[in-house]
């Protein structure tokens, strides 16, 4: 199935992009890898592919596949340097295209994924780094390609895997690519070699539809509307692990389709329900799993329903609030707002819907279903069922324009409520057909209906009558809709025809009919822009909206809006007719801004209007009821005594971290202090071990240089003396070479002379030849001349005799023709009167041998019936004796059986024995094993209770440690204090010592000292303290004591668990003991069940023998009945 129109969502505006006239709809698309561009397929006789701009949404290219022979586009895919693209083909012949795109976009080859008529392809890419190598996935394919000299070459793998259904696959920025199967399974390959199969969770049984790849790994979406992230483990055994799973809430359906965002911060989906949702990534990854993230993108949709149509049935908009009621045949209630375009509430049902209706306040909305009609009080998070009413077949509901009463159709009965009582009202009873649509009029005190049989009917509400009635034989309406005085009624009929009727003093009369030439379904009329809306049906077809200028709109060209991809099911305006909301088939809920087309008609002065036409002035009142007031109260109450708990603890957590932090920075800077101070010395320490490197590396130098010396002035006298060796040695050689080279000229001279005298005589001998051919040659040319010349006189005197033996020939042969034509004539005239009598004596024949041939078939089927008969009675003979041959056999066996079976009988007797001895044995030993499992148990407490108090040990021993700490810390702290004080003691005792206070006066000394108290008080030096002498022993007393308990416990928890270890495999072996006796005893079990079903088989062929020989006997009886037919 193709879609028809392309949507671009962008967070400033909605750009859409429509497929061609010519076409079936688009069938692909894909992003160009510099994202300013978009590639679309649409689907046709011969294919096409159109790449638009993004930003302008101009057409840039138009490829035609029609060179190549593809109807269909499945996938597309771009090359990273945009420099290739890469098409696949649909059915039946599943095309691979490989596409240049530089200067001149022409195809480079082609190649078929899979066979004609084949299973199908479902994704073909390139890969990430190397344009030049291609995977191919679908129904039982998976291949690798390489293009090399404009062709494709299969890349071998070694996966050896049954045939599974392979629906998409991703490569990876490592070159690597990964495949998932429709069994869950994922394949990673890496080098187009299989190298892991990765799970998506192992509780999971669901499979993975679509795969996206982002920098960190890649992103799968499962069948159930689960997100599965993978990111890379370079330390782990598997490359890559699943990390992060997240669930789509209220949504099971699978994922189609996903993909990145540039900047890798959002992750967008698609579902199978005609949903679409985001999720931040990096809250993905640094957040908990159970808290999910996946956010609709921009609001819901409408989903399919049970019989899997999209269909938007009936809308209505809110007259007093921005608010917009869908039903959709998903069962579904949506109450939208247009202003923000997001889904405010959903409320399901059990049943279909069929009609909707608001309330003008935006309190109520009023739903109809196929048995009843329901009355909804919308709430601020929900909708709430107020009263039901059984109306069957509720196929139209409309509020009054005040919402105290509202209509409601049954079959072809209007039905009038009242909406505070429910209670009905007056009942509109004349139509014969179904009632299609209903028009209230401004003052709610008649209403206009309009019937499937051609009726329109305008009511008196207080009485229920009729005020005037017209009839269109041999028509039906489909929907219709009037103004607010109801002067005027447009209907749209099945003919194809939009018919207006004017209401003209108390009657109602045809004014104007225009044949559209398409199906029609629904109509809106905005009498402020003296417009009228209508949409077409066509099936299986995209369909537009027209919009027509009144009154001349039936001679007038309407203006044709494209809007949803399937019929236009419903429509309708906004109380100042600024917008127009459309409903498809498709789902989709289109919103159109209408503008007045006469300029000179204005709005009220107390609207104002926005951008695209929105009322600002809304009542923004909502119904919420106690039980949620109360609710959402005691929550917010809660949350707040939440936060204050959370602000306290947070306070008091980062009073504890300070003082932490405080405490290791003091502990740092004593570490970092004295890791200086040896760094320092280590440093010093390294400079003296790098001086006395130096002057021993001198050293050393000097003497491998000396050594370096001597050793080459001895291999240089080594060197000098081989050199005069090789000198005397190659004078020699040269000696030599010199004797060598005059005898090798001396032979070569000789061999050349020899040569020269055999060439001589050699041409001798073949010049003699030549002659002698010569003088052949001579002699055959004169005997060629002699032959000629006598050749020539022979042919003469042949054609002189041939011209006389010709003449003589003729004349015989006049002679002999006219006596032949004699001849003829006469027996022409005998030849007719012999076919006169043949043909008497054909048919004569022809009827003898029809008697003949009837006769033979008499006789053939005679002889047939005689033959088969005699075949069946050999073959019933024959049928006897074998089965007399197999019953006797059968009771010899049957014999020889039932002696086997009074011995197994015995046997049997003897085996009931000897299993219930056995059964006596085992009875004790599983109350052996019972006991013993119930010690394992108690065991196992025992064991746990020893954890807990090893357990509560070592939190007692941290207690102590941190009580140590403490201690130790307050000691320090004691020595500092005490320290200081001394030092304060010391200046005061030299302050007070100083010798020249002795020779001041009382009054000099006193203010003296009254100085040094004050100079001590701004020092806040405090007096100090009595230090008591007793309590460094208690502290190591106590010590003691804790260390002599903590080395008891560490004893007796090692006793404890040597025990715990000893008894533990002494129960394994017990057990490993009584596992073997209950599976020897469960074998003998077995085989004596066996046994049992031997005879058990034994009886029932000894039914099957009796069986055949009571057939037999028939047999028996059938032929001899037949031999005595045959007889008479």
Request: hydrophobic share 35%.
């Amino acid at each position: 199935m193709c879609a028809h129109t392309c949507t671009i969502v962008n967070s400033a505006q909605l750009l859409s992009i429509s497929h061609s006239a010519c076409s079936e709809g688009i069938s692909a698309l894909r992003m160009l890898p510099n994202m300013k561009s978009i590639a679309v397929a649409e689907k046709s006789d011969c294919a096409l592919l159109n790449i638009y701009d993004v930003a302008t949404r101009r057409k840039r290219r138009t490829i035609g596949l029609a060179d190549v022979g593809v109807k269909e586009v499945v996938c597309i895919s771009f090359s990273h340097d945009s420099r290739f693209m890469l098409t696949q083909g649909g059915g039946p012949e599943w095309l691979l295209v490989l596409w240049t795109l530089d200067k001149i976009v022409k195809p480079i080859t082609t190649m078929a994924t899979s066979a004609r008529c084949g299973p199908p392809v479902h994704q073909a890419d390139f890969c990430r780094r190397d344009s030049a190598v291609v995977c191919v996935t679908g129904n039982g394919i998976l291949n690798f390609f390489r293009a090399t000299d404009n062709h494709f070459k299969s890349i071998q793998s070694n996966l050896k895997r049954d045939v599974q259904n392979y629906l998409c696959h991703c490569w990876l920025r490592e070159d690597s690519v990964v495949v998932a199967s429709d069994c869950g399974d994922l394949l990673l390959f890496e080098n187009y070699e299989l190298k892991s199969v990765l799970l998506p969770n192992a509780t999971c049984t669901g499979t993975v539809t679509s795969i996206a790849e982002f920098s960190k790994g890649f992103i799968c979406g499962g069948s159930a509307g689960l997100l599965y992230i993978f990111e890379h483990e370079r330390d782990s055994r598997d490359p890559y692990r699943c990390t992060h799973l997240h669930n789509i809430q209220n949504d099971g359906s699978p994922v189609v389709g996903m993909a990145v965002s540039p900047s890798e911060e959002m992750l967008i989906c698609a579902t199978s329900k005609n949903q679409m949702y985001s999720l931040t990534l990096s809250c993905a990854d640094m957040s908990n799993d159970d808290v999910t993230h996946v956010r609709a993108l921009s609001t819901s949709f409408h989903s399919p329903g049970p019989s899997g149509s999209l269909r938007i049935v009936a809308l209505d908009v809110c007259l007093w609030k921005p608010l917009l009621a869908t039903c959709g045949e998903d069962q579904s209630l949506r109450i939208w707002n247009f202003e923000e375009r997001m889904v405010e509430l959903v409320r399901d049902f059990s049943d279909d819907l069929v009609s909707v209706s608001f309330h003008p306040s935006g309190l109520f909305v009023l739903v109809g279903s196929r048995d009843k009609l329901h009355l909804l009080s919308v709430l601020m998070h929900d909708a709430s069922i107020m009263k039901e009413i059984h109306v069957h077949s509720c196929g139209v509901c409309r509020f009054a324009h005040g919402g105290h009463i509202f209509a409601v159709v049954n079959s072809h009965v209007v039905r009038v409520y009242s909406a505070y009582t429910c209670q009905p009202c007056v009942n509109l009873r004349g139509h014969n057909g179904h009632v299609q649509a209903m028009q209230w009029a401004k003052s709610d005190r008649r209403i206009a209906t309009m019937s499937f049989d051609g009726a329109i009917v305008i009511w008196k509400l207080h009485d229920g009558a009729k005020e005037c009635e017209y009839v269109i034989a041999r028509v039906s309406f489909v929907s219709g809709i009037a103004n607010e005085d109801l002067s005027h009624i447009f209907v749209v009929c099945d003919d194809h025809c939009l018919r207006e009727l004017s209401v003209v003093s108390g009657s109602i009369e045809l004014a104007t009919t225009y044949n559209c030439g398409l199906p029609l379904s629904c109509l809106a009329l905005a009498e402020t822009h003296q417009v009228i809306f209508y949409g077409t049906s066509e099936a299986r077809k995209p369909n537009c909206i027209h919009a027509a200028h009144l009154p001349t709109w039936a001679t007038t060209n309407a203006a044709k809006y494209h809007s949803h991809a399937s019929e236009v099911t419903c429509m309708s305006l906004t109380r100042d007719n600024s917008l127009l909301f459309t409903g498809g088939a498709d789902g989709s809920l289109c919103i159109f801004a209408s503008h007045d087309f006469n300029s000179s008609a204005e709005r009220p002065n107390d609207m104002r209007i926005d951008t695209i036409g929105v009322l600002k002035e809304f009542t923004e009142e909502i119904l919420v009821t106690r039980a949620d007031m109360e609710r959402q109260n005691a929550e917010i109450m809660h949350l707040r005594s939440k936060v204050d708990e959370l602000v306290l603890n947070n306070e008091y957590q980062l009073r504890l971290r300070d003082m932490k932090y405080r405490d290791n920075v003091a502990v740092v800077a004593d570490q970092f202090s004295f890791e200086l101070q040896s760094d320092a010395q280590r440093y010093q320490q390294l400079k003296d071990d790098k001086r006395m490197v130096a002057v021993a590396y001198e050293d050393r130098l000097r003497s491998v240089e000396a050594d370096h010396e001597l050793a080459c002035k001895r291999s240089q006298d080594q060197y000098n003396g081989k050199l005069d060796t090789e000198v005397n040695r190659c004078t020699m050689l040269r000696k030599e070479r010199r004797q060598r080279t005059q005898a090798w000229e001396s032979a070569k001279q000789t061999i050349i002379d020899g040569q020269s005298q055999r060439e001589l005589t050699v041409v001798s001998e073949f010049e003699a030849q030549i002659e002698e051919e010569h003088r052949r040659q001579g002699r055959l040319v004169a005997d060629k001349e002699s032959i000629l010349c006598s050749l020539s006189k022979a042919t003469i005197m042949v054609e002189h005799d041939a011209d006389s033996e010709v003449g003589e020939i003729k004349q015989r042969y006049v002679v002999k023709l006219s006596a032949e034509r004699h001849l003829t004539k006469r027996l022409e005239a005998d030849n007719e009167l012999m076919k006169k009598r043949f043909s008497v004596l054909t048919k004569d024949v022809d009827d003898q041998r029809d008697e003949i041939c009837s006769l033979q078939d008499k006789e053939r089927e005679l002889l047939n019936s005689i033959q088969d008969l005699e075949k069946d009675i050999e073959g019933h003979k024959k049928e006897i004796r074998e089965r007399e041959e197999t019953i006797a056999d059968k009771e010899k066996r049957i014999y020889d059986l039932k002696k086997k079976n009074q011995e197994l009988e015995k046997f049997r007797f003897v085996l009931d024995y000897k299993i219930k001895e056995l059964k006596r044995q085992i009875e004790p030993r599983e109350i052996e094993i019972f006991d013993m499992r119930q010690q394992v148990e108690e065991m196992d407490l025992e064991l746990g209770q020893y954890h807990k108090s090893n357990v509560a040990l070592d939190l007692m021993i941290g207690e102590l440690r941190l009580r140590l700490n403490g201690m130790n810390l307050e000691l320090h702290n004691a020595k500092a204090r005490l320290s200081v004080i001394q030092v304060r003691c010391r200046q005061l005792l030299r302050a007070v010592d100083h010798p020249a206070l002795r020779a001041l006066g009382h009054k000099e000394l006193k203010r003296h000292v009254r100085t040094l108290v004050h100079i001590m008080k701004n020092e806040h030096c405090e007096a100090p303290e009595t230090a008591d002498s007793s309590f460094e022993v208690n502290y190591r007393k106590q010590r003691e004591h804790l260390e002599r308990c903590i080395t008891a416990l560490r004893r007796k928890i090692s006793r404890d668990m040597q025990l715990h270890i000893n008894d533990h495999a002494r129960l394994v072996e017990e057990s490993t003991v009584l596992v073997h006796e209950v599976c020897c005893l469960r074998r003998e079990n077995h085989r004596l069940r066996l046994k049992q079903s031997k005879v058990s088989s034994l009886d029932s062929q000894r039914h099957i023998l009796s069986e055949s020989r009571s057939q037999s006997i028939i047999l028996k009886s059938r032929v001899y009945q037949l031999e005595q037919l045959l007889g008479i």
